[in-house]
């Protein structure tokens, strides 16, 4: 990263009669279309103008027109996060996609990422040098908002939370500064960015430590719903003594009959075990016990590399209408287990000695319900992390459904709701922000000091609130309350 990131001087507030920047795009204009296009098309935006930013200039300019017009500013790069993102109205919408490709130091095991660039690209620039870096499940996600989000990683019961990784950012702040932030130079926004909640600025790069990723393993194995009460208890038997070096998710997926869903998985639920093992004995010791309760009938588990990881999930690439819900959960145990297995459908089912009784599924919209694992490193406090470092929940629960594939999106919230219910005794309260899927679906990842001390920040770097739109609205609302509370 350049000294001149450090010294960039602020961006010359444009004259509010000033023609606007040749980037900036309004309604009916194809750039414009283009800035404003999301993937999860549950949540349009409809900013008043939109940019297409491909240097720090750019963004720089962006800002100053915004801010001489007193328009707010959002941000945004795939749309991942668009279901739970608030209405743009009025606002001046920043698509970072920056110029120059990711950079990979293997000496120093640094990628250099420039904002905009999907995982996908990450993976493959790092994974030659027998690197790795601590993605999710979709390759298409953007690695920006994703850090910013804090990240849970399919290597994250060996690595922790992705933000633990992300060792400087450059941004763009509401005063047009370019800047380069890190545990050295203001240690205090480089923490409120690390998953502090959003709306502090327009991130035009980051910079990731990677990991080697040897003896790696990595798959997905569906069975039919005969064997779903089984597999299901013996992952989470599995689950109680895992090794950190295995991450994993279990999903139960009711698979649309279109074209690029693999036969063997439609026309009824299956459940899928998919996930990372570093080390072959470890991915033994997952799936031995599976495997013997019954043939899967489809097993992608086997040696790869880094570069495998990111399809073994299967998640949809195409844009859709995605609404669902998400929750943290503490240990389950057999009945929480069987809470969440019912609930997925609520048909008569099978039942099991151990009380795990099975639905159909056939009942349920949902296209997707899933029990991702959590802890291993990413129960472990960072001290040198951000705002949000780690949790202390034993899974995070995810459920979706697409109303252009099965139910009305009533019926859709509807069995969130359901589920929501049926999980309420392990249900913490508390979410991981990037998996939040609704504006309207509760969530909450920060404490009340750890908001306070964010907008302590947001004060500082933002005082005129030009980016507070792009806050999350619970932080904000937090923090309003308890600002409200000590003035009286
Ligand atoms: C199919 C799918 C799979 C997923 N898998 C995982 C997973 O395994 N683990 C996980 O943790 N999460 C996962 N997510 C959630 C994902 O991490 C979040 O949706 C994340 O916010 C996506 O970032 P984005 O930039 O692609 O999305 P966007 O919707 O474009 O951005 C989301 C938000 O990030 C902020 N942002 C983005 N770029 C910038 C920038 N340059 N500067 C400032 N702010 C910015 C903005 O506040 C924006 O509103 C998944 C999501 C989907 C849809």
Known sequence: MSEAVHASAPATALPATAPPPAT??????PAYDEATRVYN???????????????????????????????????????????????????????????????????????????????????????????????????????VGYLLHGGVSLYGRKVGLAANHVTAIELVTAEGRLRRVSLTQDPELFWALRGGGGGLGVVTAVELALFPAADLVTGAAFW???????????????????PEEVSTSLRVMNLPDLPMIPPMLKGGPVVCVAGVALGAAHARELLAPLRAVGEPVLDTWQDAGPETVPEVHMD????????????????????????????????SGTGTSTGTGTGTGSDSPLIVAELRQLGGRMAVADPSGGALNHFEERFAYMGAGVPELRG????????CDRMRAALAPWDTGRTAPGFVKGLDRPRGHLSEADILAVERVRARVDPEGLFRGDAMPETVASALAAHSQEQS
């Not at 900036?24 to 204009?29: H, I, L, N, R």
């Not at 039919?224 to 895992?242: G, K, M, P």
């Not at 069987?338 to 459908?345: H, I, N, P, Q, S």
């Not at 009305?408 to 069995?415: G, L, N, R, S, V």
């Open 24 to 29: 900036v795009a309004f309604p009916g204009d």
């Open 41 to 143: 098309l549950a949540g349009p935006a409809r900013p008043a103008a939109a940019v297409t930013a491909t240097s720090a200039a750019e963004v720089q300019a962006a800002i100053g027109y915004a801010a001489a017009r007193g328009q707010g500013v959002r941000v945004h790069t795939t749309g991942h996060s668009a279901g739970a993102a608030p209405e743009m109205t009025g606002a001046v919408l920043i698509r970072p996609v920056l110029r120059g490709g990711v950079e990979i130091d293997v000496g120093r095991r640094r990628a250099h990422i420039p904002a905009g660039t999907p995982w996908n690209e990450v993976v493959h620039a790092a994974a030659p040098h027998g690197l790795a870096a601590p993605h999710g499940t979709s390759g298409t996600v953007g690695a």
């Open 224 to 242: 039919s719903w005969t064997h779903a009460a089984a597999v299901v208890e013996a992952w989470y038997d599995w689950t109680l003594r895992a």
């Open 316 to 347: 949809p690439d195409e844009p859709g209408t995605f609404i669902g819900d998400h929750f943290l959960l503490s240990e389950l145990g057999r009945d929480g287990i069987a809470a969440f297995l019912r609930t997925t459908g609520t048909g």
């Open 408 to 415: 009305t999106p009533a019926e859709i919230i509807e069995h």
